[in-house]
């Protein structure tokens, strides 16, 4: 059972079964009332520079050259969550964050992939060449 409450900056709240208020309230079948003066979402622009950092982090990831974007992506990602918690559903755009946040793990990984085989091979090519230091043949 949930219940309207009118608060005194005319704002609708939901109290929901376990008597918590939540601003706003509502779920995809009944929409929350919204006050005339609240601003209309809008799709942070955080949003697609995480997601585009994503992208670069990816294409760059097996260089080693992707880290750089993707650290820059989650903090991005991080900074976009809290201001997306704080604006009351007012600031969108977390799809596109969540992809970001995907394709800069996937930036990581492929750069961690590419260091671990440059220092396997490197050490195959260590262990395959002559063991010892090798002089030229006039010295004993």
Do not use: C
């Amino acid at each position: 059972m949930v219940a309207e409450v009118s608060w005194p900056d005319d704002r609708h709240h939901r109290i929901g079964p376990s008597g918590a208020t939540v601003p706003g309230g509502g779920d995809r079948d009944n929409p929350p009332a919204r006050h005339p003066a609240d601003p209309e979402p809008a799709r942070a622009s955080k949003a697609r520079t995480v997601w585009w950092l994503g992208l670069a982090s990816v294409l760059t990831g097996p260089l080693v050259g992707g880290l750089v974007p993707a650290t820059v992506a989650l903090m991005l990602a991080g900074q976009f969550r809290r201001e997306a918690y704080h604006s009351d559903g007012f600031l969108t755009g977390a799809a596109l964050v969540r992809r970001g946040e995907r394709l800069a793990w996937g930036g990581i990984t492929l750069a961690a992939a590419a260091l671990v085989t440059a220092v396997v091979v490197g050490l195959f090519q260590v262990a395959a060449g002559p063991p010892g230091p090798t002089f030229p043949p006039h010295v004993d």
